[in-house]
């Protein structure tokens, strides 16, 4: 049966570049004879830029991350890689044309994309904008003035944080702001680095060795189409033009233009106002000309549908044109699917618990796909264990199993599996301290949902997409958080913060499509595994640093931030008794209030209120980092120093144009 199916399988994808598998019957159990790859050789130089180019792309994208929460790693095919890639390419073009021994092999590019992609999301949400800042914020909660106190820290050993005092630099600068002119507290973080970054690459190897393991059964035997591959591999060309096929397309430059301009319409806006604004992303109310927020359907069943959203993605139609037609159609189908289920719950009169009852039914079908993913694939991993416990039999018994015998190309990945497995339990049980039976249930939770989400990418071409339920949470809410225990859940959630709570995106939908790209060009899946985990280490190792450090300039931006809002707050309720703002000409700021001077000065002020650097204090001058103006409405912003005029002066801004390191916010209020 498994024969018949494979088979056919070929038969409907007859014409695809994969090269026709040979078969050699043993009992009943049909088996692919697995041929070598072709040889093709890396050249180390070339293997030392793509690393490069991965440090220098963690350290941008996690600086974007924590200062504008823009997430470059976003998606199945990167955002924020593909331009990069781009770039690469037609600097390559031209090298090709002037030194062409220097030049990169298609090979070469495809695998610098394979390992970027690989690790595109690592700096963002996977980990470097969640885990370290919510590790601290066990500490920084537990403190006296929050609901949380002493809730955390006395499950917390001492070697996981920098500190269990909420008080101590390390843990209050990353929430309120490192002072100006103190040093990071890196010291401290050294232990809590040391103890978690092995944990942190242990998750991860744990997937690359699961889609690893994948590969070939995906690749080889069910002949999956892999969508997101077809687009690096269309960029990196081939080896007889200098330039891309596809760059000589007219319709390729149709249609990137098209995806372009409304999204630079769209960022501009952003910035500059009198841009006008595309609208691209709406609601369904909106188009039938209601006012944003307005329910289509005030009242019955129909308000399921109410949440609908009319957005437009230039990006995600060209990739629905490398997808089958049933994919295209599941899209749609079943979110208005999921919407009725919610109006016939409404109609019968269930109207509640409706996340908790989509959660379920997810976890449901995730068992369901898992046991189905893994049933299709029983003779394949069959034999993979099999063809490996001979192997070590006749290593380490050559007297009874005297024949020679090569190891299956998958039993690396099979023994990387078990071990990075067994590693993660160890490191919970004898580190984190977290009961064995807990662990394993979300370990194993973590591999049913990275397997389902690999199998989606690379049979859908997804662009974004994650399990729609948390791990942890889900074993929680299953077996009760009274008997799961308190320390439990405290460490539990805080191992769950490098992607077994992931929200956009899993690291399998990125490494699936990693092996894919290099098979494609050549290479043995070995090869691209190791340079794969050694992307991932280099990728955490560059981004330790940086999230501390960026992560307490974030601090005092965030706290900069919150200033113009608690003084923005303070000048309308003064109004509101008063009749006039309180910075009115006629009004000195303090005189109503001098509790309100610390707020006036930012800590990321170099020149903590002043006008300039040497500026002479005069007896009426309050220093303050801000301009207070009223002009018919309320604007308090934050000015950078060469914008300000000399002494205490305001000054009227139509719009809030500092620059971006400085961060201003921007309040307004119509009169009246």
Same mark, same amino acid.
Request: hydrophobic residues 50%; proline residues 8%.
């Given at each position: 049966?498994?024969?018949?199916?494979?088979?056919?399988?070929?038969?409907?994808?007859? +014409?695809?570049?994969?090269?026709?598998?040979?078969?050699?019957?043993?009992?009943?159990?049909?088996?692919?004879?697995?041929?070598?790859?072709?040889?093709?050789?890396?050249?180390?130089?070339?293997?030392?830029?793509?690393?490069?180019?991965?440090?220098?792309?963690?350290?941008?994208?996690?600086?974007?991350?924590?200062?504008?929460?823009?997430?470059?790693?976003?998606?199945?095919?990167?955002?924020?890689?593909?331009?990069?890639?781009?770039?690469?390419?037609?600097?390559?073009?031209?090298?090709?044309?002037?030194?062409?021994?220097?030049?990169?092999?298609?090979?070469?590019?495809?695998?610098? %994309?394979?390992?970027?992609?690989?690790?595109?999301?690592?700096?963002?949400?996977?980990?470097?904008?969640?885990?370290?800042?919510?590790?601290?914020?066990?500490?920084?909660?537990?403190?006296?003035? /929050?609901?949380?106190?002493?809730?955390?820290?006395?499950?917390?050993?001492?070697?996981?944080?920098?500190?269990?005092?909420?008080?101590?630099?390390?843990?209050?600068?990353?929430?309120?702001?490192?002072?100006?002119?103190?040093?990071?507290?890196?010291?401290?973080? %050294?232990?809590?680095?040391?103890?978690?970054?092995?944990?942190?690459?242990?998750?991860?190897?744990?997937?690359?060795?699961?889609?690893?393991?994948?590969?070939?059964?995906?690749?080889?035997?069910?002949?999956?189409?892999?969508?997101?591959?077809?687009?690096?591999?269309?960029?990196?060309?081939?080896?007889?033009?200098?330039?891309?096929?596809?760059?000589?397309?007219?319709?390729?430059?149709?249609?990137?233009?098209?995806?372009?301009?409304?999204?630079?319409?769209?960022?501009?806006?952003?910035?500059?106002?009198?841009?006008?604004?595309?609208?691209?992303?709406?609601?369904?109310?909106?188009?039938?000309?209601?006012?944003?927020?307005?329910?289509?359907?005030?009242?019955?069943?129909?308000?399921?549908?109410?949440?609908?959203?009319?957005?437009?993605?230039?990006?995600?139609?060209?990739?629905?044109?490398?997808?089958?037609?049933?994919?295209?159609? /599941?899209?749609?189908?079943?979110?208005?699917?999921?919407?009725?289920?919610?109006?016939?719950?409404?109609?019968?009169?269930?109207?509640?618990?409706?996340?908790?009852?989509?959660?379920?039914?997810?976890?449901?079908?995730?068992?369901?796909?898992?046991?189905?993913?893994?049933?299709?694939?029983?003779?394949?991993?069959?034999?993979?264990?099999?063809?490996?416990?001979?192997?070590?039999?006749?290593?380490?018994?050559?007297?009874?199993?005297?024949?020679?015998?090569?190891?299956?190309?998958?039993?690396?990945?099979?023994?990387?599996?078990?071990?990075?497995?067994?590693?993660?339990?160890?490191?919970?049980?004898?580190?984190?301290?977290? /009961?064995?039976?807990?662990?394993?249930?979300?370990?194993? +939770?973590?591999?049913?949902?990275?397997?389902?989400?690999?199998?989606?990418?690379?049979?859908?071409?997804?662009?974004?997409?994650?399990?729609? %339920?948390?791990?942890?949470?889900?074993?929680?809410?299953?077996?009760?958080?009274?008997?799961?225990?308190?320390?439990?859940?405290?460490?539990?959630?805080?191992?769950?913060?490098?992607?077994?709570?992931?929200?956009?995106?899993?690291?399998?939908?990125?490494?699936?499509?990693?092996?894919?790209? +290099?098979?494609?060009? +050549?290479?043995?899946?070995?090869?691209?595994?190791?340079?794969?985990?050694?992307?991932?280490?280099?990728?955490?190792?560059?981004?330790?640093?940086?999230?501390?450090?960026?992560?307490?300039?974030?601090?005092?931006?965030?706290?900069?931030?919150?200033?113009?809002?608690?003084?923005?707050?303070?000048?309308?309720?003064?109004?509101?008794?008063?009749?006039?703002?309180?910075?009115?000409?006629?009004?000195?700021?303090?005189?109503?209030?001098?509790?309100?001077?610390?707020?006036?000065?930012?800590?990321?002020?170099?020149?903590?209120?002043?006008?300039?650097?040497?500026?002479?204090?005069?007896? %009426?001058?309050?220093?303050?980092?801000?301009?207070?103006?009223?002009?018919?409405?309320?604007?308090?912003?934050?000015?950078?120093?060469?914008?300000?005029?000399?002494?205490?002066?305001?000054?009227?801004?139509?719009?809030?144009?500092?620059?971006?390191?400085?961060?201003?916010?921007?309040?307004?209020?119509?009169?009246?």
């Amino acid at each position: 049966m498994w024969l018949s199916a494979t088979t056919e399988c070929y038969r409907r994808w007859e +014409g695809a570049p994969f090269p026709a598998p040979t078969f050699a019957m043993e009992g009943a159990l049909a088996r692919p004879l697995v041929t070598a790859a072709p040889t093709v050789k890396v050249r180390w130089w070339a293997i030392g830029l793509a690393l490069a180019l991965i440090s220098a792309f963690c350290v941008v994208s996690g600086w974007a991350a924590l200062y504008r929460h823009e997430i470059l790693g976003t998606g199945y095919l990167p955002r924020g890689i593909v331009p990069l890639f781009l770039l690469l390419v037609l600097a390559n073009a031209a090298l090709q044309r002037l030194f062409p021994s220097l030049s990169l092999t298609r090979t070469e590019l495809a695998l610098t %994309f394979a390992l970027l992609t690989a690790i595109a999301a690592i700096p963002g949400q996977e980990y470097g904008i969640h885990f370290y800042l919510n590790l601290l914020g066990l500490v920084y909660y537990s403190s006296p003035q /929050s609901q949380w106190f002493n809730l955390f820290t006395p499950h917390l050993s001492p070697y996981l944080v920098p500190s269990l005092h909420f008080r101590d630099p390390a843990i209050l600068w990353a929430y309120e702001g490192m002072p100006e002119g103190a040093k990071p507290p890196l010291g401290e973080w %050294f232990v809590p680095l040391l103890v978690w970054t092995p944990y942190l690459f242990g998750v991860y190897a744990l997937i690359v060795f699961l889609c690893g393991l994948m590969a070939r059964q995906w690749e080889e035997h069910e002949r999956l189409l892999y969508p997101l591959t077809q687009v690096p591999m269309e960029l990196a060309g081939d080896e007889e033009r200098w330039l891309p096929r596809i760059f000589s397309s007219s319709f390729f430059w149709l249609g990137f233009f098209a995806a372009a301009l409304p999204i630079s319409l769209r960022g501009l806006h952003l910035y500059f106002p009198q841009v006008p604004d595309p609208r691209l992303q709406r609601s369904f109310a909106e188009l039938f000309g209601f006012p944003p927020g307005t329910p289509l359907f005030p009242s019955g069943p129909l308000t399921a549908f109410n949440g609908l959203l009319a957005h437009f993605y230039a990006e995600m139609v060209g990739i629905a044109y490398l997808l089958s037609r049933e994919v295209g159609f /599941s899209l749609w189908f079943f979110l208005l699917l999921r919407h009725t289920e919610i109006a016939l719950r409404i109609a019968v009169g269930w109207d509640m618990y409706h996340a908790e009852f989509l959660t379920f039914q997810s976890i449901a079908a995730y068992t369901v796909m898992a046991v189905a993913v893994l049933w299709v694939a029983r003779h394949y991993l069959a034999e993979i264990v099999r063809e490996s416990g001979r192997y070590w039999l006749k290593r380490f018994f050559p007297r009874f199993f005297p024949s020679p015998s090569d190891p299956p190309p998958e039993m690396g990945a099979l023994l990387g599996l078990a071990l990075s497995f067994s590693f993660l339990l160890a490191w919970a049980k004898w580190v984190a301290g977290v /009961s064995a039976l807990w662990a394993t249930a979300m370990f194993g +939770g973590l591999i049913v949902t990275s397997l389902i989400v690999a199998r989606l990418v690379a049979e859908t071409g997804i662009y974004i997409y994650s399990a729609p %339920f948390r791990v942890n949470q889900v074993l929680f809410d299953a077996f009760g958080k009274d008997r799961i225990g308190a320390r439990n859940l405290v460490l539990l959630t805080a191992m769950s913060w490098v992607q077994i709570r992931s929200t956009a995106t899993m690291v399998s939908g990125y490494l699936v499509n990693t092996f894919r790209l +290099g098979s494609l060009s +050549g290479l043995h899946r070995s090869l691209v595994a190791s340079w794969t985990l050694v992307a991932i280490l280099l990728a955490l190792i560059s981004l330790v640093l940086g999230v501390v450090r960026m992560g307490l300039e974030a601090a005092r931006r965030a706290q900069c931030a919150n200033n113009l809002r608690q003084l923005y707050l303070a000048t309308k309720l003064y109004e509101e008794q008063f009749g006039a703002p309180p910075f009115h000409p006629k009004h000195h700021f303090l005189a109503w209030n001098p509790n309100l001077a610390p707020l006036l000065i930012c800590p990321s002020d170099p020149y903590k209120g002043y006008r300039h650097k040497h500026m002479v204090k005069p007896e %009426f001058f309050v220093p303050e980092s801000y301009d207070f103006i009223y002009w018919g409405a309320y604007h308090v912003v934050r000015t950078p120093p060469e914008r300000r005029r000399r002494g205490p002066t305001n000054i009227w801004v139509e719009r809030c144009c500092c620059r971006p390191d400085w961060g201003c916010l921007h309040f307004h209020l119509p009169q009246g």
